[in-house]
């Protein structure tokens, strides 16, 4: 008798049920970790102190985490998901334990650097493994609650943590995490079942690809970390960064083409669906995080909210993305085609942003809510399209490796969005300014370093001027993020779809299951 095509095919319901839950409670977590420690922050330096590292608490844990995740995907493939994501798992619980036992800055930031790799590796292993476990509609079905796992611990992290720090210590932020990772341990390491494909063990691992992608990739995100805010884009330490790194990458590419198990598998971009699906994943987090960075600063540098009620100015932006991707993944599970969700989804955003840019203090109230909500629908319908444009143009074998992809891309999309959209703002910040002030006034460019602060202290004659060029500025990103959108709208229309009931064959896999 065949072996079933998907996992789910011989799962019964309770262990597929209970496996969907403790995979769902992973994303939770990996999410909610890098909500949940901000508003710790403070009190973190004031206990541990080493207000220069500050950063590094946050740093630590995007460098690793995204440098492991195309090797938790290849090793997923290699070696099983199973283990890789009890592995990760672990690693995740251990070091989670360990940062709340921390008793210096190092430490706390070398620690935060190991739960990143569990981190990294769960996330990518668990998208992999949906790739697996569920059809193609059944997958388009359930991104709406990914969705809303996510929107959940962007809400609620700050939230708790926030209660956590105040009420116990920072050292909590840490600790509640425990029990919740624990019984999604529990959970996997009964229910779900070992799968392995092909012979690739017999393959010498690509040791070259692990070290060069590793080190390539965090020394490129060091510098785009650094750039426009540590240390100008031209000092010599950004610059090194930079080029040392793409340095790296290039030869990690050479080592890939010659590798008998590449770690990326530099045919996957011969194949176009792959290739325009990881450009429009780098355009939809590059939108999604300068919505996520600048919005809250444009309801509180340009319309004077408070930092309490600029984070209610995101819910119209929250609920129509969870609304938008449940009615998307719904209706692709349906006719089983993503496409035209896509290029909607894109042409949506690039509207949104249009329209932001032209915002300013003098605008109708509703423009922006109904700007949030337009940005919302498109970028939440973006969503499910991504993750299964790369499944169903992959073979099971190397779904781990694709689906790892698809999160890097994101990663790098996140950390490239942040770093260039806010270069911009601090260069057109100042000749912003400037251009607003009566004639006669000047101000020094090391006093427009902060404009919330300069916005709270300044004399009232200025202040006008600040919010002007605040809002100018942000025209200039909010414009930019517009071609961004533009830029996925464009390969969204030249996407070569598969019909998801028509994806490759895949090879059976080998599995054990229980039935419930």
Not at 192 to 198: D, H, S
Request: charge should be positive.
């Amino acid at each position: 008798m065949a072996a079933p095509r998907y996992l789910s095919d011989e799962m019964g319901r309770r262990q597929l049920l209970l496996t969907l839950g403790a995979l769902l409670l992973c994303i939770f977590l990996a999410a909610l970790d890098s909500s949940i420690v901000a508003n710790a922050l403070p009190r973190v330096i004031a206990e541990l102190h080493g207000f220069e590292l500050y950063a590094w608490v946050t740093t630590g844990y995007l460098l690793s985490s995204t440098a492991v995740t195309p090797i938790g995907g290849k090793l997923g493939d290699r070696y099983g998901r199973k283990p890789m994501l009890i592995g990760g798992v672990s690693v995740f619980l251990a070091a989670t334990l360990l940062c709340g036992l921390a008793q210096s800055m190092p430490q706390l930031i070398a620690l935060r650097a190991l739960q990143g790799i569990g981190g990294g590796v769960l996330t990518s292993t668990t998208f992999a493994i949906m790739g697996q476990l569920l059809k193609p509609a059944d997958r388009a079905r359930i991104s709406g609650l990914i969705t809303a796992v996510f929107s959940l611990a962007s809400v609620v992290g700050p939230v708790v943590g926030g209660y956590l720090t105040d009420v116990f210590s920072w050292r909590a932020v840490f600790y509640v995490n425990l029990p919740i990772v624990l019984a999604a341990l529990l959970v996997l390491w009964r229910y779900f079942p070992p799968v392995q494909y092909g012979n690739s063990r017999a393959r010498p691992i690509d040791y070259g690809g692990v070290v060069t992608s590793m080190a390539g990739i965090v020394l490129v995100l060091l510098g785009l970390s650094w750039g426009g805010r540590e240390y100008a884009w031209d000092s010599p330490l950004v610059v090194g960064s930079l080029t040392a790194g793409v340095a790296l990458l290039a030869l990690f590419l050479w080592l890939e083409g010659r590798a008998a198990d590449p770690l990326l598998p530099l045919s996957l971009f011969r194949n176009s669906v792959v290739a325009i699906s990881s450009t429009n994943s780098l355009a939809q987090s590059m939108v999604q995080i300068s919505l996520a960075l600048f919005v809250p600063l444009y309801a509180q540098g340009v319309l004077g909210t408070s930092a309490t009620f600029s984070g209610t100015i995101m819910l119209p932006l929250l609920a129509s993305m969870l609304v938008s991707n449940l009615a998307a993944g719904m209706l692709i599970a349906h006719i089983g085609r993503y496409k035209g969700f896509a290029i909607l989804g894109f042409s949506l955003a690039t509207s949104g942003f249009v329209v932001m840019s032209r915002l300013d203090a003098a605008s109708p109230p509703p423009v922006l809510p109904v700007s949030l909500i337009v940005l919302g629908a498109g970028t939440g319908m973006i969503f499910p399209t991504l993750t299964l444009s790369y499944q169903s143009a992959v073979s099971f074998g190397e779904l781990g490796v694709a689906t790892a992809l698809n999160q890097f891309c994101r990663s790098i999309g996140s950390t490239l969005g942040a770093a260039l959209f806010g270069s911009l703002l601090i260069l057109r910040f100042t000749p912003e300014v400037q251009a607003a002030l009566p004639v006669g006034i000047s101000l020094d460019v090391e006093t427009l370093r902060d404009p919330l602060a300069l916005l709270e202290s300044s004399p009232d004659v200025l202040q006008s001027a600040m919010h002007a060029g605040l809002s100018g500025a942000l025209h200039w990103v909010f414009a930019a993020a517009a071609l961004v959108s533009l830029t996925g709208l464009l390969g969204s229309v030249l996407w070569r779809e598969i019909p998801m009931r028509q994806a490759p064959a895949r090879p059976a896999p080998s599995f054990s299951a229980v039935r419930e």
